[in-house]
Protein backbone atom coordinates (compact mmCIF):
# COMPACT_ATOMS: atom_id res chain seq x y z
CA UNK A 1 0.00 0.00 0.00
CA UNK A 2 1.35 3.11 -0.90
CA UNK A 3 2.61 5.19 1.68
CA UNK A 4 0.28 8.34 3.10
CA UNK A 5 0.41 11.64 1.70
CA UNK A 6 0.07 14.93 3.27
CA UNK A 7 1.74 17.04 0.02
CA UNK A 8 -0.19 17.14 -3.16
CA UNK A 9 3.33 19.25 -4.99
CA UNK A 10 5.67 17.25 -6.71
CA UNK A 11 8.22 17.20 -9.08
CA UNK A 12 6.29 14.83 -11.28
CA UNK A 13 3.66 15.26 -14.07
CA UNK A 14 -0.16 14.26 -12.54
CA UNK A 15 -0.52 10.66 -13.41
CA UNK A 16 -4.13 10.25 -11.49
CA UNK A 17 -6.94 11.05 -10.31
CA UNK A 18 -9.43 10.64 -7.26
CA UNK A 19 -13.08 10.09 -7.59
CA UNK A 20 -15.08 10.18 -4.61
CA UNK A 21 -15.06 10.82 -1.12
CA UNK A 22 -15.37 13.68 0.39
CA UNK A 23 -17.27 16.81 -1.53
CA UNK A 24 -15.12 18.81 0.45
CA UNK A 25 -11.38 17.30 -1.22
CA UNK A 26 -10.64 20.26 -3.48
CA UNK A 27 -9.93 19.38 -7.44
CA UNK A 28 -7.04 20.66 -6.82
CA UNK A 29 -6.00 17.93 -4.84
CA UNK A 30 -8.33 15.12 -6.50
CA UNK A 31 -5.06 15.42 -9.59
CA UNK A 32 -1.66 14.22 -8.52
CA UNK A 33 1.48 12.19 -9.00
CA UNK A 34 1.38 8.47 -7.79
CA UNK A 35 4.50 6.15 -8.30
CA UNK A 36 2.66 2.96 -7.28
CA UNK A 37 -0.27 2.68 -10.09
CA UNK A 38 -1.31 -0.99 -9.03
CA UNK A 39 -2.02 -0.54 -5.47
CA UNK A 40 -4.58 1.06 -2.84
CA UNK A 41 -3.79 4.89 -2.36
CA UNK A 42 -4.01 6.30 1.14
CA UNK A 43 -4.32 9.93 1.74
CA UNK A 44 -3.65 11.67 4.78
CA UNK A 45 -6.59 14.80 5.08
CA UNK A 46 -6.83 16.03 8.30
CA UNK A 47 -7.07 13.37 10.77
CA UNK A 48 -8.34 10.48 8.40
CA UNK A 49 -6.74 8.33 5.56
CA UNK A 50 -8.93 8.66 2.83
CA UNK A 51 -8.77 5.05 0.66
CA UNK A 52 -8.97 4.55 -3.09
CA UNK A 53 -8.56 1.75 -5.39
CA UNK A 54 -7.56 1.87 -8.79
CA UNK A 55 -10.39 0.98 -11.73
CA UNK A 56 -8.43 0.82 -15.01
CA UNK A 57 -10.35 3.56 -16.37
CA UNK A 58 -8.17 7.07 -17.79
CA UNK A 59 -9.11 10.52 -18.53
CA UNK A 60 -7.62 12.80 -20.80
CA UNK A 61 -7.12 16.11 -18.05
CA UNK A 62 -5.16 18.74 -20.23
CA UNK A 63 -3.65 16.68 -22.53
CA UNK A 64 -2.20 14.04 -20.16
CA UNK A 65 -4.08 11.00 -19.39
CA UNK A 66 -4.95 10.01 -15.96
CA UNK A 67 -5.50 6.97 -14.23
CA UNK A 68 -8.62 6.58 -12.21
CA UNK A 69 -8.49 6.19 -8.38
CA UNK A 70 -12.02 5.53 -6.71
CA UNK A 71 -12.33 6.46 -3.16
CA UNK A 72 -13.23 2.95 -1.42
CA UNK A 73 -13.19 3.91 2.73
CA UNK A 74 -12.20 6.55 5.35
CA UNK A 75 -10.49 5.48 8.49
CA UNK A 76 -9.38 7.44 11.18
CA UNK A 77 -5.60 8.32 12.77
CA UNK A 78 -5.08 6.81 16.01
CA UNK A 79 -4.07 8.84 19.06
Given at each position: ????????????????I?R??????????R???E???????????????????????????????????L?S???????
Amino acid sequence: MSSAKSDVMTDHEPNIILRGGPDWLPEEERTRFESDLGEKLKVLIGNAYEHFVPTGETVEREGVRLRVFLWSRRTYVAE
